[in-house]
T-cell receptor, first 116, second 113 residues
Framework: NAGVTQTPKFRVLKTGQSMTLLCAQD?????MYWYRQDPGMGLRLIHY???????AKGEVPDGYNVSRLKKQNFLLGLESAAPSQTSVYFC???????????????FGQGTRLTVV | RKEVEQDPGPFNVPEGATVAFNCTYS??????FFWYRQDCRKEPKLLMS???SGNEDGRFTAQLNRASQYISLLIRDSKLSDSATYLC??????????????FGKGTKLSVKP
């Protein structure tokens, strides 16, 4: 099915380990986003990309890096995981600017990450 | 001040009730507005876009007030299945934050029998 796919769906890391989360979309969307969601905090933007080869910091970028080498993929990296990065991570994609009626953000199903 | 603010609730209402949520946004560069619904431990899904003239989809009505910088969602004849968290979303199109898709923290609705 078309849409946004996140891998992995679950992961347990030890403090200090590294990992990469992959977000892939097949809708030719320009903009892609990584969020984390914690209880009582809502969705907080980590990094985003407005096109292939571009990235920008969001609200909570520290401890994360991203890359958008291909339009369809947006990677989120944790170089040295910390327990504070235990969260649910969502990826989203959108092609804005076509008018409200044609704009919708599609989400992946989330990655539940636990850092112990 | 947060870019997008919502009353977190919870709103506990009986079936059949009418309930309204408000959301305020601080950045006048905000150009597109949406309501999303999120069920427990699931990804957010689009409920409805919010048009300048206001729009209705069945039991749901969304309004936008650009002058006061708020949007609203009205749910009529609440159903048990409406229980969820409702997220207010804006997209910024100008300035250094161009392309930001910003979410409010969400308003939790619980519809009781």
């Amino acid at each position: 099915n078309a849409g946004v796919t996140q891998t992995p769906k679950f992961r347990v890391l030890k403090t200090g380990q590294s990992m990469t989360l992959l977000c892939a979309q097949d809708m030719n969307h320009e903009y892609m986003y990584w969020y984390r969601q914690d209880p009582g905090m809502g969705l907080r933007l980590i990094h985003y990309s407005v096109g292939e080869g571009t990235t920008a910091k969001g609200e909570v970028p520290d401890g994360y890096n991203v890359s958008r080498l291909k339009k369809q993929n947006f990677l989120l990296g944790l170089e040295s995981a910390a327990p504070s990065q235990t969260s649910v991570y969502f990826c989203a994609s959108i092609t804005p600017g076509q008018g409200v009626m044609n704009t919708e953000a599609f989400f992946g199903q989330g990655t539940r990450l636990t850092v112990v | 001040r947060k870019e997008v603010e919502q009353d977190p609730g919870p709103f506990n209402v009986p079936e059949g009730a009418t309930v309204a949520f408000n959301c305020t946004y601080s950045n006048s560069a905000s150009q597109s507005f949406f309501w999303y619904r999120q069920d427990c431990r699931k990804e957010p899904k689009l409920l409805m876009s919010v048009y300048s003239s206001g729009n209705e989809d069945g039991r749901f009505t969304a309004q936008l007030n650009r002058a006061s910088q708020y949007i609203s969602l009205l749910i009529r004849d609440s159903k048990l299945s409406d229980s969820a968290t409702y997220l207010c979303v804006v997209i910024l199109y100008y300035g250094g934050s161009q392309g930001n898709l910003i979410f409010g923290k969400g308003t939790k609705l619980s519809v009781k029998p």
